[in-house]
């Protein structure tokens, strides 16, 4: 029986008090105690930012990488260990802005990763900038006339690039991200929760209590997740009405199931014999 | 009666040159000879001015002539662009109907190549086959080895596309031997079938290294000349269970062979300087973290995009240096195919057990040439994978630290989700732990603990090859592909009356401890050559040597050193 005590650490927690981290990384603990997952049975990679130092607050393998490198990182080691449960976890700068390219390309493959974007909709670690996330007007040190161009929409993108698993929670409603968290682990392919989350240093606009205001959880029964275009329409809704929920799902084949070198064995569980390649020597005589 | 006959197949892109090289390179492999080929084109897809020049020879041979004593010319449009490169009674096959050259030279035949692929092998790509097939006879060689040879290589392909090469091929020699019997020059004398032999280039002999030595994951983005590494392994992977997944960039190939290198299998990306300049970040990020990584780097002559098919030595100071901050890695620059085979597995065991970044440098000339390679001997590889911890070793893991300290600075190494250990690896300064740390203390230590790996390595990195053993007051100083050239010279300086010996380095960095040059410094002068604008080596040499060289003889042009090339220009320094 896995207790949330297993997954207790004690390296000393750096963010600021009130941040929406705390809430994310308490669903974070929660959802893999209700999946029964054990701390070595997880390997969380992470980036550069406040997000990424979540895996260094609960006891379980973690790649602390690079700025923008999380979704490659962790592509990899899925794919060398599938066996690992492998989440990738950062911000909105570090999945959308730096990490853009490899986010496309990571929800193309459907690996096997559940990725939590704590998305705060400005550069925290540096000390408040605009981000990718950054709403229009949106007044900065790097904006100081507000932010001229309007914001990505991360979970429009998502659906456009047929991701499998398509979510966004928030960080005041920890039970119900605890819940996506589990039901993202659980998806078999890639799983983006995009997560709202409150910058209690540097976004006074978009704050806990904005948020609250807001968000609504899309109604199960009455919304379907597999409908693409309903997808499309629930994605673009922001503003007055913030949906939060399950917005797009749909199964199809991971990368792991499709490579037939891991079909019966874990990469890492393979033997090195260099004696076993003489036809391949054969082919150049 | 020594045999040593180059032959040039000049055309378009699309005409099938490397077709013909190859598979002239199989048939005298086969028949016991050693056959070098190099491969100058243009980057483009079809057109152009492309060659292929195959080096037949008696003997081991790992160089380019200059000069040709063949020349086939299958696009009517370039026949005098290589007459210069012929030999006073070298050969030349073209197609006279083809071109609005003219020439009463007895050695010049023109043969109607386009009209024979037509009527034998019903296409006109076929002209290659008829060319090969006329060659033949002009060598005095057997045709049964080549008709042999062609219907091995398009077997995959169907019946008939292998009938209408053999025939094509036969057309063209027969037209020779009816038309202008008794009227060829240099001849290569028959062969006896064996086949132990290979015929490899550099591209295929690094894949196939790493495949041998256990390569479980590779990643990569095409870029010329690396691109066909990785095709070898995609080619390879299902057979032997690798995962070969094309990357949307380089920093994306580069961050999952890292990721599969934590979780504990080898992994390796290959590209060329350009893309490497992406890799860079991700170089740090495997030296910080402590993660096995093998890259090959196939350079060509930058900077940005430079000349992209052809050759250079210029990326050397960047492999050594590339990325932020300090930490260690090892640069190695195989010299030929069968070197860079070994040094393959030498790679990844220097990246395992100092969990560091390991560079092999190749470039254009070594990854793109072929060469006759006695053996590659499997026994020969060993593995060695350092200090990796697996299941049945651990007694005790709840404390495990990742970088808990070791004189060495190798910390054992537990692969995550294999035991109930939980492994921490981090880019930021961390603590032994793994942690994210501040401390001035634990700085220190850690930077010390990166570092003194450097000095392990440099322990093992091996010497400098020196051919030949007798001391001579001249020594050609040079690394990774300028190895053939540099060999083949001092050979030609001999005969000529210059003792000379070749100091060639495929270790290149940390420099070796071992104490080679107390052996070849002394009273010699030093010429280096390489294939770059300023000497890289050669100042880094210097550097750990404290020996200055007396010149450099250096190309940059993005062509290889053919071995009288530096014979010249050795002779003009002295």
Same mark, same amino acid.
């Given at each position: 029986m896995v207790t949330l005590q297993e997954f207790a650490s004690d390296d000393p927690i750096a963010w600021c008090p009130g941040c929406g981290n705390f809430s994310i990384l308490k669903a974070l603990k929660q959802a893999l105690v209700e999946l029964q997952k054990k701390p070595h049975e997880i390997a969380i990679v992470s980036g550069i930012g406040q997000a990424p130092k979540t895996p260094h607050y609960l006891r379980c393998n973690t790649f602390n990488g690079l700025h923008g490198r999380t979704l490659p990182v962790a592509a990899g080691l899925k794919l060398a260990n599938h066996e690992l449960t492998v989440l990738a976890e950062g911000g909105d700068g570090d999945g959308y802005g730096e990490g853009g390219n490899h986010f496309?390309?990571?929800?193309?493959?459907?690996?096997?990763?559940?990725?939590?974007?704590?998305?705060?909709?400005?550069?925290?670690?540096?000390?408040?900038?605009?981000?990718?996330?950054?709403?229009?007007?949106?007044?900065?040190?790097?904006?100081?006339?507000?932010?001229?161009?309007?914001?990505?929409?991360?979970?429009?993108?998502?659906?456009?690039?047929?991701?499998?698993?398509?979510?966004?929670?928030?960080?005041?409603?920890?039970?119900?991200?605890?819940?996506?968290?589990?039901?993202?682990?659980?998806?078999?392919?890639?799983?983006?929760?995009?997560?709202?989350?409150?910058?209690?240093? @540097?976004?006074?606009?978009?704050? @806990?209590?904005?948020?609250?205001?807001?968000?609504?959880?899309?109604?199960?029964?009455?919304?379907?997740?597999?409908?693409?275009?309903?997808?499309?329409?629930?994605?673009?809704?922001?503003?007055?009405?913030?949906?939060?929920?399950?917005?797009?799902?749909?199964?199809?084949?991971?990368?792991?199931?499709?490579?037939?070198?891991?079909?019966?064995?874990?990469?890492?569980?393979?033997?090195?014999?260099?004696?076993? @390649?003489?036809?391949?020597?054969?082919?150049?005589? | 009666?020594?045999?040593?006959?180059?032959?040039?197949?000049?055309?378009?892109?699309?005409?099938?040159?490397?077709?013909?090289?190859?598979?002239?390179?199989?048939?005298?492999?086969?028949?016991?000879?050693?056959?070098?080929?190099?491969?100058?084109?243009?980057?483009?897809?079809?057109?152009?001015?492309?060659?292929?020049?195959?080096?037949?020879?008696?003997?081991?041979?790992?160089?380019?002539?200059?000069?040709?004593?063949?020349?086939?010319?299958?696009?009517g449009k370039t026949v005098e662009q290589d007459l210069p490169v012929l030999t006073p009674n070298g050969v030349m096959i073209y197609d006279g109907s083809q071109t609005r050259f003219e020439s009463d030279n007895p050695n010049h035949f023109s043969i109607p190549l386009e009209q024979i692929a037509l009527e034998a092998g019903q296409k006109k790509i076929m002209v290659n086959a008829v060319a090969t097939g006329a060659a033949f006879a002009l060598m005095g060689f057997d045709l049964r080895p080549l008709l042999d040879r062609l219907a091995e290589e398009f077997a995959g392909k169907g019946q008939e596309i292998a009938a209408h090469n053999q025939s094509s091929a036969s057309a063209g020699y027969r037209y020779v031997r009816e038309n202008f019997r008794g009227r060829a020059a240099d001849q290569i004398p028959p062969g006896v079938f064996a086949k132990q032999k290979l015929l490899i280039n550099g591209s295929q002999a690094m894949a196939l290294g790493a495949i041998c030595a256990g390569l479980k994951f590779y990643s990569g983005y095409p870029m010329s000349p690396s691109t066909p590494i990785m095709e070898f392994v995609a080619a390879a992977a299902q057979d032997h269970h690798i995962i070969c997944e094309p990357a949307e960039d380089e920093i994306a190939a580069?961050?999952?062979?890292?990721?599969?290198?934590?979780?504990?299998?080898?992994?390796?990306?290959?590209?060329?300087?350009g893309g490497f300049c992406l890799m860079t970040e991700a170089l740090g990020l495997a030296g910080m973290t402590e993660t096995p990584l093998v890259i090959v780097v196939a350079q060509r002559p930058g900077p940005s995009t430079g000349l992209p098919t052809r050759t250079e030595q210029g990326d050397l100071r960047f492999a050594m240096h590339a990325a932020h901050g300090e930490f260690p890695r090892a640069v190695l620059a195989p010299g030929h195919a069968a070197q860079a085979f070994y040094l393959m597995a030498r790679a990844f065991n220097l990246a395992e057990r100092y969990q560091t970044p390991v560079i092999v440098l190749g470039d254009q000339h070594l990854n793109d040439s072929y060469c006759t390679v006695d053996e590659l001997d499997l026994n020969r590889m060993t593995i060695d994978r350092g200090k990796v911890v697996f299941d049945d070793q651990i007694a005790s893991v709840k404390d495990y630290k990742r970088y808990v300290w070791q004189e060495s600075g190798i910390s054992p190494r537990i692969l995550p989700g294999l035991s109930e250990a939980v492994v921490y690896a981090d880019s930021d300064e961390h603590t032994d732990a793994g942690h994210i740390t501040e401390s001035s203390e634990v700085r220190n230590q850690m930077v010390r603990k990166r570092m003194r790996k450097l000095a392990g390595m440099r322990q093992e990195m091996g010497s400098p090859e020196i051919y030949p053993s007798q001391r001579a007051a001249l020594v050609l100083l040079g690394w990774g592909s300028l190895y053939g050239a540099m060999k083949e010279a001092v050979e030609l300086l001999q005969q000529d009356g210059i003792p000379a010996q070749m100091c060639h380095f495929s270790q290149i960095y940390p420099f070796t401890a071992q104490a080679f040059h107390r052996k070849i410094l002394k009273k010699s002068r030093i010429l280096a050559v390489e294939n770059n604008y300023s000497g890289q080596f050669a100042d880094f040499f210097t550097q750990e040597t404290g020996r200055a060289v007396c010149h450099k003889i250096l190309k940059y042009d993005g062509r290889p050193f053919a071995p009288r090339e530096i014979v010249d220009q050795v002779k003009e320094k002295m």
């Open positions: 496309i390309h990571a929800m193309r493959r459907n690996i096997d990763i559940t990725y939590l974007v704590h998305n705060n909709q400005v550069y925290g670690l540096t000390k408040g900038q605009t981000s990718p996330t950054s709403e229009s007007g949106f007044i900065t040190k790097t904006t100081p006339s507000g932010s001229p161009v309007p914001p990505m929409n991360p979970l429009l993108l998502a659906v456009a690039c047929d991701c499998s698993f398509v979510a966004r929670g928030f960080a005041g409603a920890i039970e119900h991200l605890t819940d996506l968290i589990r039901q993202g682990i659980r998806h078999r392919g890639f799983a983006l929760i995009d997560i709202l989350q409150p910058c209690v240093s @540097f976004n006074r606009v978009n704050t @806990f209590q904005w948020y609250e205001e807001r968000v609504y959880p899309v109604g199960e029964g009455e919304y379907d997740p597999g409908d693409r275009t309903a997808a499309f329409n629930r994605a673009q809704e922001w503003g007055e009405r913030i949906p939060i929920g399950i917005i797009y799902r749909r199964e199809r084949p991971t990368l792991s199931a499709q490579h037939a070198a891991i079909a019966r064995q874990s990469l890492v569980r393979q033997p090195i014999d260099p004696t076993g @390649f003489p036809g391949l020597l054969e082919a150049f005589q | 009666m020594a045999v040593d006959i180059s032959i040039r197949i000049t055309g378009q892109a699309g005409q099938g040159i490397q077709s013909i090289s190859s598979i002239m390179g199989k048939v005298f492999t086969r028949q016991g000879y050693y056959v070098f080929i190099i491969q100058d084109a243009e980057s483009r897809i079809r057109g152009g001015h492309n060659f292929d020049q195959v080096r037949i020879k008696d003997k081991p041979v790992l160089a380019i002539h200059a000069q040709a004593n063949y020349l086939i010319c299958l696009d580069v961050n999952m062979v890292i990721g599969a290198g934590f979780a504990g299998v080898r992994a390796m990306t290959a590209t060329s300087g």
